[in-house]
């Protein structure tokens, strides 16, 4: 839908009719004098404090870039290359903490300075002038927009993957040893992580072949009804699959909730703490835990 | 669709291989209990790998079938269920309980095993 | 994408409902739990048709809105209808003898529910799921 959008602003950017003759007038106006308007553009721009995350050199060949890109999208009306443009620039700025208003107000300082060369070209024919920005403006802001958009586009796709990262990461399921997984769960848990959480264990019980979980929820401070209820379905899922549940560090308001909701807790098996969660788990292993001298003191011969 | 069942020692295995009407469910519960008699088996194992739904009506014919082998003083087992299946399972509250689960066929046999050992040296419980 | 149409009129048609469902889920993009979570309640709601109305259909089809894309299934049916819409929605009950987990689960399953049901006119339940 994103490219619909992009679609139908590329086709309503088409000029119209009768502009074309002021719009190449214009065009070859910008060209003629790319040098000296660039290094004006680039000047106020670290005049303004913007983009002070980047050199003076990286500064001045972005520019050049979005100069010609920017009068190329004048000169034939169509936006696409300036969106392609907008959104690889967007992407390789964004990492270094570019922000959003410094990249509206550079372009917006672009408008103005070709502005202000367009007064000074044609101040003494004040009809053609206002007829020249009649047909400037209008492309100028639409251009202004395009790169915002992309901009901010381009950042809200760069959160999203990082928010989708840093959920991965928030909820490892750890194998300890064979068959036994283990799966610290810290912070809030929204109904969205809670899913995405069960998911991660069923596939890892199957993919590691686990017999017992351990699901250690003291770094999870307080959970709604609808959690609750999801931490019960995980659990039962679990078990379905073959693999037995153990939850951990349950704190006396979660408890609280737990039973609140009418959880049949006979069917949760609960452990005060992860460590005793995992002796446990060892037990239904089978494993038994004993120091290294016992077991060679115990070795017969 | 007929469910192949293979005998192996004391134990039979019925290897589901497609997608099943509830007729098929029903000829496979029927098929496993006369069997069970038949061979005096004890111990069963329903791999349900393939499925991709577990619906209400599969979820209670796999328990009747449970309850009906375990009259005939049999265990079963059913094995293969998908982490995919089993979320939609319990989202419909088609937990199963009573029902031993195992991951696999391996996961399936050591779960009989382990029950036979236990009823050879103990009482019986059936 | 046209819409997908599974008269419902024996167990074995419960089986193509679903499948046929699943498939359609794979190519609008859900992932493989939401489309499990889609044939699931299509099994249920076909389930429903045969146990209650002896016959009837699914309709799938894909959902294109602005912001978001999903799938809508209909099941529809000209049979006896629900007597009481609300009881039926509640857990455990149902008048076949069965566990009656249909509408409530199939409610759980998906992120639209929406039921049309009268005595004697028949019964058009009608569920979306969004995708993520």
């Not at chain 1, 969660?277 to 835990?289: M, S, T, W």
């Not at chain 2, 020692?9 to 291989?17: D, K, N, R, T, V």
């Not at chain 3, 048609?13 to 699943?22: F, T």
């Not at chain 3, 190519?27 to 489309?35: A, E, H, I, K």
Request: proline share 3%.
């Amino acid at each position: 839908m994103r490219k619909n959008t992009e679609q139908s602003m590329a086709r309503s950017s088409s000029m119209t009719p009768g502009s074309g003759h002021l719009l190449s007038e214009l065009v070859s106006h910008l060209r003629e004098n790319s040098v000296m308007l660039r290094e004006e553009w680039a000047r106020r721009i670290t005049e303004a404090e913007l983009l002070m995350a980047m050199s003076q050199e990286e500064i001045f060949a972005e520019a050049t870039s979005v100069y010609d890109n920017y009068v190329e999208a004048l000169e034939t009306g169509t936006l696409e290359a300036l969106q392609a443009y907008a959104r690889n620039l967007s992407e390789r700025i964004i990492p270094r903490g570019v922000e959003t208003h410094e990249v509206v107000g550079i372009v917006l300082l672009l408008r103005d300075v070709l502005a202000r060369s367009l007064f000074a070209k044609y101040q003494g024919d004040f009809d053609k002038l206002n007829r020249i920005l009649d047909a400037y403006e209008p492309a100028a802001n639409r251009i202004a927009i395009t790169v915002a958009v992309g901009f901010v586009e381009q950042r809200e796709r760069t959160i999203r993957e990082q928010q989708e990262a840093i959920r991965e990461l928030s909820t490892p399921v750890l194998q300890v040893r064979e068959r036994l997984l283990i799966l610290p769960i810290i912070g809030l848990i929204d109904p969205h992580r809670a899913r995405q959480l069960t998911e991660q264990l069923l596939r890892g019980i199957r993919t590691n072949r686990a017999k017992v979980v351990v699901i250690d929820i003291t770094g999870v401070a307080a959970m709604d009804s609808h959690v609750a209820n999801h931490l019960v379905l995980t659990v039962e899922a679990s078990r379905l699959l073959g693999a037995t549940v153990i939850v951990t560090g349950l704190s006396p308001e979660i408890s609280q909730t737990l039973v609140n909701i009418g959880v049949d807790l006979s069917k949760m098996n609960t452990v005060g703490d992860l460590q005793g969660g995992i002796e446990e788990a060892e037990r239904l292993l089978g494993y038994r835990v004993v120091s290294i001298r016992d077991a060679v003191a115990a070795q017969p011969g | 669709m007929q469910v192949p069942i293979l005998k192996q020692g004391p134990y039979l295995i019925a290897s589901i291989q497609s997608a099943l009407s509830d007729a098929d469910l029903m000829q496979l519960r029927d098929a496993l209990v006369r069997k069970v008699s038949t061979f005096r088996s004890r111990g069963v194992i329903v791999d349900v790998t393939v499925l991709d739904v577990m619906d209400s009506f599969a979820s209670r014919t796999l328990n009747d079938l449970v309850h009906m082998i375990r009259l005939r003083g049999a265990d079963t087992v059913i094995v293969g269920i998908q982490p995919e299946v089993a979320f939609a399972m319990v989202q419909l509250g088609l937990t199963m309980e009573g029902v031993a689960t195992a991951l696999d066929l391996e996961e399936g046999l050591e779960f009989l095993d382990q029950k036979l050992k236990h009823k050879g040296t103990g009482p019986r419980d059936g | 994408m046209d819409e997908t149409r599974v008269p419902i009129l024996v167990d074995i048609d419960i089986v193509a409902a679903r499948q046929n469902g699943r498939a359609l889920a794979a190519q609008l993009g859900f992932s493989q739990t939401d489309s499990t979570l889609i044939a699931t309640a299509i099994s249920e709601l076909a389930r429903n048709i045969i146990l209650y109305a002896k016959q009837g259909e699914i309709i799938m089809k894909p959902l294109n809105h602005s912001e978001r894309c999903g799938i809508v299934v209909v099941a529809h049916d000209d049979g006896p209808g629900i007597l009481d819409v609300a009881r039926a929605m509640q857990m455990g009950y149902s008048t076949s003898g069965s566990l009656g987990l249909g509408l409530p689960g199939v409610n759980r399953l998906m992120d639209e529910f929406a039921i049309d049901s009268r005595p004697g006119s028949g019964t058009t339940v009608t569920v979306k799921k969004w995708r993520r």
